[in-house]
């Protein structure tokens, strides 16, 4: 994925659909308290969905006991509709959100390529 530089706002929806492809449903920037900022879609439970995965992703990470000395990367939820990967990248979170025809593998391979691309742009946004 070639996301260098700056990241500008014109271009998260872009950058967000390079990993969408058969069988994902959308892909979706948020902050850490839930608020969705981009997505690769227009549906109207991105928000809801984004909400709550940052909810999970978050309490996860402040629980180290569960995690030992390890740092949470990403955390893959079941639905019913799918599944639904998150991640930290920089200061934000990513959310891949999938139906159920999506092997997992291929599902954390699309959330790990799209938190290494942005990365670098959303840490330079922080400083």
């Known amino acids: 994925m070639g996301v260098s530089g700056m990241l500008k706002a014109k ?51 402040k629980h180290k006991s569960l995690l030992g000395a390890v740092m949470l990367g990403s955390i893959i939820i079941r639905c019913d509709h799918g599944l639904v990967a998150v991640g930290s990248a920089g200061h934000l979170l990513v959310c891949v959100s999938a139906d159920q025809s999506v092997p997992l593998g291929v599902l954390k391979k699309k959330l790990d390529v799209l938190k290494d691309g942005l990365e670098e742009p959303l840490s330079r946004m922080a400083q």
């Open 11 to 61: 271009q998260v929806g872009v950058v967000l659909s390079q990993v969408q492809s058969p069988g994902i449903i959308s892909v979706m920037l948020l902050t850490q308290e839930g608020a969705l900022l981009g997505s690769s879609t227009t549906n109207l439970s991105n928000a809801a969905i984004a909400a709550i995965a940052a909810n999970i992703f978050v309490n996860y990470s």
